[in-house]
C-alpha cells in the first residue's frame, strides 16, 4: 500500500514538472513571436529564471516563425539578426550549440536563397562547437549545390 502512495506521489510531482516545462517553453516561444528575441532574453534575464537549451531553441523557433511571416526581407533579416544574438548569447554561457538549434535557422536561411548568410552561420557555429564540422559540411555541400542548381525538389526532400 505504501508503496502505491509513493508511485502516485512520484508521478505526481513528473507530471507537474513536466506539464510546467512544456508550459514555459510555450511562453517563451509565443513570446520571442511577439516581441523578438532580445526582447525576450531580457525578461528571462530579468525572472532570473535559468536559460537552458531549450529555452534559448524555443527564442530561436520564435524569431523563424517571425521571419517566416515576415512581409519584407529586411524584416526577416532583423529576426534572423536577433538569432544571431541568441547564438552568441548561448556561445557566451557556454553551451554547445548542436543540430538541434543550429538546423532550422539554415535551413531558413536555404529557403530565403541567403549564401552569403548562410555562410556567416556556419563560421559561427564551426567556431564554437568543433565536433559539427562533419555535419555542418553536409548542409553547406549538398544543399548549398542545390541551390545553385535551382532544383526544388531535392531541396524540399
Not at 11 to 28: A, P
Not at 98 to 111: A, G, H, N, V
Amino acid at each position: 500500500m505504501v508503496r502505491k502512495e509513493v508511485s502516485r506521489e512520484r508521478k505526481q510531482v513528473w507530471d507537474f514538472n513536466s506539464t510546467q516545462n512544456y508550459h514555459f517553453r510555450e511562453l517563451v516561444k509565443s513570446c520571442a513571436e511577439k516581441v523578438g528575441a532580445n526582447a525576450t532574453l531580457e525578461a528571462l534575464r530579468t525572472l532570473d529564471r535559468e536559460t537552458g537549451v531549450k529555452e534559448f531553441n524555443c527564442v530561436i523557433e520564435g524569431c523563424i516563425k517571425k521571419a517566416r511571416n515576415a512581409d519584407d526581407e529586411d524584416a526577416a533579416l532583423e529576426e534572423i539578426h536577433g538569432v544571431y544574438a541568441v547564438l552568441q548569447t548561448m556561445s557566451g554561457h557556454g553551451f554547445k550549440i548542436d543540430e538541434e538549434t543550429y538546423s532550422p535557422i539554415l535551413m531558413f536561411i536555404i529557403d530565403m536563397g541567403k549564401v552569403e548568410e548562410f555562410h556567416f552561420f556556419c563560421d559561427h557555429i564551426k567556431k564554437g562547437n568543433p565536433e559539427s564540422l562533419q555535419r555542418l559540411a553536409y548542409y553547406e555541400n549538398e544543399l548549398l549545390l542545390m541551390i545553385k542548381v535551382g532544383d526544388e525538389d531535392k531541396i524540399q526532400s
